[in-house]
T-cell receptor, first 113, second 115 residues
Framework: GNSVTQMEGPVTLSEEAFLTINCTYTATGYPSLFWYVQYPGEGLQLLLKATKADDKGSNKGFEATYRKETTSFHLEKGSVQVSDSAVYFCALLGGTSYGKLTFGQGTILTVHP | GAGVSQSPSNKVTEKGKDVELRCDPISGHTALYWYRQRLGQGLEFLIYFQGNSAPDKSGLPSDRFSAERTGESVSTLTIQRTQQEDSAVYLC?????????????FGPGTRLTVT
């Protein structure tokens, strides 16, 4: 079946630091890959996505590239802000689990001024 | 337009009682999903409805859990004889259709606490 393994957290950074949150996946076929974000007290929302190999998803300064050869979809941001503090979830859709999102365990990011 | 809505936002119940959680998807979305998020964990898939097809119930953790959907609108998740391990945030999502290319839009969730 499908699975997503996400970098252990929590991650604590100073403002303007570089962020990487690692995500690797296991799936058959050609899944779509997503990063979701959950800000404190808010619901889950899509941050970015990529639907095929070598696609780069980007939004709000965050980027992730769908790497089929390494089965990875690492999230990066060049300069984090305090407002980026949230829980980040890597997820995949498709493969053997048509229609169901498979999530990683989530990474808590805290950014200090 | 309106997003996915869920009610109640919070529910506290005693162990052994039954609870019903409601989800109103985005109008026109044929696919509807229920997930569960236990404290400190990722989201677990519970059940998936797509149009008039038989639902995919493969994620339901026990026969105490059931869900229904009326056409392509409201869905209700029912948990019978609640246990403390059922305490979690229950999230509903909808998408224009099922499949790997459609984004799922999440509701704010229902926080269930079983005492």
């Amino acid at each position: 079946g499908n699975s997503v393994t996400q970098m252990e957290g929590p991650v604590t950074l100073s403002e303007e630091a570089f962020l990487t949150i690692n995500c690797t996946y296991t799936a058959t076929g050609y899944p779509s890959l997503f990063w979701y974000v959950q800000y404190p007290g808010e619901g889950l929302q899509l941050l970015l996505k990529a639907t095929k190999a070598d696609d780069k998803g980007s939004n709000k300064g965050f980027e992730a590239t769908y790497r089929k050869e390494t089965t990875s979809f690492h999230l990066e941001k060049g300069s984090v802000q305090v407002s980026d503090s949230a829980v980040y979830f890597c997820a995949l859709l498709g493969g053997t689990s048509y229609g169901k999102l498979t999530f990683g365990q989530g990474t808590i990011l805290t950014v200090h001024p | 337009g309106a997003g996915v809505s869920q009610s109640p936002s919070n529910k506290v119940t005693e162990k052994g009682k039954d609870v019903e959680l409601r989800c109103d998807p985005i109008s026109g979305h044929t696919a509807l999903y229920w997930y569960r998020q236990r404290l400190g964990q990722g989201l677990e898939f519970l059940i998936y409805f797509q149009g008039n097809s038989a639902p995919d119930k493969s994620g339901l953790p026990s026969d105490r859990f059931s869900a229904e959907r009326t056409g392509e609108s409201v869905s209700t998740l029912t948990i019978q004889r609640t246990q403390q391990e059922d305490s979690a945030v229950y999230l509903c999502a909808s998408s224009p259709s099922g499949g790997a290319t459609y984004e799922q839009y999440f509701g704010p969730g229902t926080r269930l606490t079983v005492t």
